[in-house]
């Protein structure tokens, strides 16, 4: 069962009016702290990867492993970084720039054969962060795997029952932040043994202004 839609749309319109104009345009992260779940179990070590209605606002910088014609093509699609297979594996002995590379780019995509190549060169980098590619055929649509990426989010709880991701930003209209919000929140009360029900607080936020807590 999602939010209200009348109270989330509140919320999100208190969240833009009561944020001080800033010169750039400010992000709007969603926050979902949980109640009554046991972290040893499944759903207190959720870390899901969730495809949102609507593009963040934000450019994320989406990373390709591939060869051959799917590299040529990422290129082309314009992936902020296309590592084949001699790059990949001169990364196996380079610890800092493994590092750098998963501090750098904020999804990964790549080619299912060179998954086991992945792990053993970006793995102890990309783990951590949950930043693993998502695999993908030699014969997939780049392009359309670019794109839909840019609409992904990552939440992942860290010891506590709290959930993080960015739904959106200030140029964005009240309803697409809703709707973003909402595949969030349908996708974590689906991981949750008493649903919403496991909902203590909902809170959204713009990147430099205070919390609105959202009505339940």
Same mark, same amino acid.
Request: hydrophobic share 40%; with cysteine; aromatic share 2%.
């Given at each position: ?12 319109? /208190?969240?833009? %009016? %009561? %944020?001080?104009?800033?010169? +750039? ?7 979902? &702290? ?8 499944? !759903?207190?070590?959720?870390?899901? @990867? ?32 296309? #590592?084949? @297979?001699?790059?990949?594996?001169? #990364? ?12 750098? *780019?904020?999804?990964? =995509?790549? !080619?299912?054969?060179?998954?086991? #190549? ?6 102890? %980098? ?16 780049? /392009?359309?795997?670019? !794109? ?7 939440? $992942? ?8 991701? $960015? ?19 349908? @996708? =974590? !009360? ?7 029900? &496991? +909902?203590?607080?909902? *809170? ?13």
């Amino acid at each position: 069962m999602p939010l209200n839609m009348k109270n989330l749309l509140a919320a999100v319109k /208190e969240v833009k %009016s %009561s %944020s001080k104009e800033r010169k +750039f345009s400010q992000s709007i992260d969603l926050a979902i &702290n949980l109640q009554n779940i046991d972290m040893k179990k499944p !759903e207190g070590r959720i870390q899901e @990867r969730i495809e949102l209605p609507h593009s963040v606002g934000t450019a994320l910088k989406v990373c390709v492993v591939a060869t051959g014609e799917m590299a040529l093509k990422a290129k082309k699609a314009g992936a902020n970084l296309v #590592l084949e @297979r001699a790059a990949l594996e001169s #990364l196996v002995s380079d610890k800092k720039k493994q590092k750098d590379i998963a501090r750098t *780019y904020d999804m990964f =995509i790549a !080619e299912a054969p060179l998954m086991p #190549l992945v792990g053993k060169s970006l793995g102890a %980098s990309l783990g951590p962060r949950g930043k693993m590619p998502t695999p993908v055929p030699p014969n997939a649509n780049i /392009e359309e795997q670019i !794109e839909k990426h840019q609409k992904i989010v990552s939440v $992942r709880m860290r010891g506590q029952p709290v959930l993080q991701c $960015r739904v959106g930003n200030e140029k964005m209209t009240d309803q697409e932040i809703a709707d973003n919000v909402q595949a969030v929140v349908r @996708r =974590i !009360e689906g991981k949750l043994k008493r649903g919403i029900k &496991n +909902f203590k607080s909902v *809170y959204l936020k713009t990147s430099m202004g205070s919390s609105i807590k959202v009505a339940m």
